[in-house]
């Protein structure tokens, strides 16, 4: 059986956690695209720390993956002295290239970090996460 390709190309649906037990986990979507280990895209999450800023936050993400290795740097899109610190995340794609694990930290005044997972959304189950989230009643 041929080994999956490890593109990151796609959808993906995921969670990142604070390593402080005060604050709740996150879920988001990220539509990314790898072409030859350079990896860009776009993340939606609900908006969790930044009141008057809408319900959702979206943030931009440009990185790279080699082998299993994958990095990147989320930018949050708004204002910009709400959103000037970047988050970095480091994690490692799994065999099947069906989920990234890792760690994310956010360096300077804020000093934050956790763990992160990412899953690959395909087919019906695309179609379906597509439908949850125009649903202004359900969070990711």
Avoid: H
Wanted: hydrophobic share 40%; net charge negative.
């Amino acid at each position: 059986m041929a080994r999956p390709s490890l593109s990151l190309s796609g959808a993906w649906t995921g969670v990142f956690d604070y390593d402080d037990p005060a604050c709740d986990a996150v879920g988001f979507t990220a539509d990314i695209t790898d072409i030859a280990g350079a990896v860009w895209g776009d993340t939606t999450e609900p908006n969790s720390f930044a009141p008057g800023f809408g319900d959702r936050l979206v943030a931009s993400l440009s990185g790279a993956r080699s082998g299993n290795e994958v990095t990147f740097t989320k930018t949050y899109i708004g204002e910009e002295q709400l959103f000037e610190n970047e988050v970095f995340y480091a994690g490692n794609l799994n065999d099947t290239g069906r989920r990234i694990t890792g760690t994310w930290r956010i360096a300077g005044a804020y000093d934050l970090s956790g763990p992160f997972v990412m899953n690959r959304v395909d087919g019906q189950a695309l179609e379906r996460l597509l439908e949850r989230t125009q649903s202004a009643d359900v969070d990711l």
